[in-house]
């Protein structure tokens, strides 16, 4: 069974400062990783999908790096901004116990960005 | 303006009574996925469904039910069987490519409270 384990679990820093959040997964039969952004009592919001043949995606700010023979994956989030403040969530995709499309998610990492 | 829609968005259930969450979407997806969230847990799946009048168990089906009669709905029914349905319920649906996976979209949550 796939099992996801995000650190640290919470994390505070002031605002313009880069940070990397860490994921790592047990099963590294994966078929790709998402990245998703949660705000309190909201629904999900994909960041980055990386494809298991990529090692890493970019979009604006954000940088996404996936090792899947080592099963860990990163999210690197440059200048950080009070608006980045949420919960950070990875979310390996199939594995050999389930099929390409389900997700197994870490219980995430909540981030403050502090003025 | 294509996306996915969840209602309610809080729910409160008696004890013993059954009660459907609604999810639909317009954005032409085969697959569709619900989701349950507790504090600390992650997300896991209950149900999902990769094409019409099809649809599987996930890590946590018992005291649930859903039906998939149109591509664009997707019901979960949570029964009277389910000893604890305190939770925020999270449907999503992707493009599904076989083992080709896309992004996952995700709805903005139903809150469920037993009283």
């Known amino acids: 069974k796939q099992e996801v384990t995000q650190i640290p679990a919470a994390l505070s820093v002031p605002e313009g400062e880069n940070l990397v959040l860490n994921c790592s997964f047990t099963d590294s039969a994966i078929y790709n990783l998402q990245w998703f952004r949660q705000d309190p009592g909201k629904g999900l919001t994909s960041l980055l999908l990386i494809q298991s043949s990529q090692r890493e995606q970019t979009s604006g700010r954000l940088n996404a790096s996936l090792d899947k023979s080592s099963g860990r994956s990163t999210l690197y989030i440059a200048a950080s901004q009070p608006g980045d403040s949420a919960t950070y969530l990875c979310?390996?995709?199939?594995?050999?116990?389930?099929?390409?499309?389900?997700?197994?998610f870490g219980t995430g990492t909540r981030l403050q960005v502090t003025l | 303006d294509g996306g996915i829609t969840q209602s309610p968005k809080y729910l409160f259930r008696k004890e013993g009574q059954n009660v459907t969450l609604s999810c639909e979407q317009n954005l032409n997806h085969d697959a569709m996925y619900w989701y349950r969230q507790d504090p600390g847990q992650g997300l896991r799946l209950i149900y999902y469904?990769?094409?019409?009048?099809?649809?599987q168990k996930g890590d946590i089906a018992e005291g649930y039910s859903v039906s998939r009669e149109k591509k664009e709905s997707f019901p979960l029914t949570v029964t009277s069987a389910q000893k604890n349905p305190t939770a925020f319920y999270l449907c999503?649906?992707?493009?599904?490519?076989?083992?080709?996976?896309?992004?996952?979209?995700f709805g903005p949550g139903t809150r469920l409270t037993v009283l």
């Open positions: 979310a390996p995709a199939g594995g050999n116990t389930g099929t390409a499309s389900k997700l197994t």
């Open positions: 999503d649906s992707m493009r599904y490519r076989g083992l080709c996976t896309d992004t996952q979209y």
């Open positions: 469904s990769q094409i019409v009048n099809d649809f």
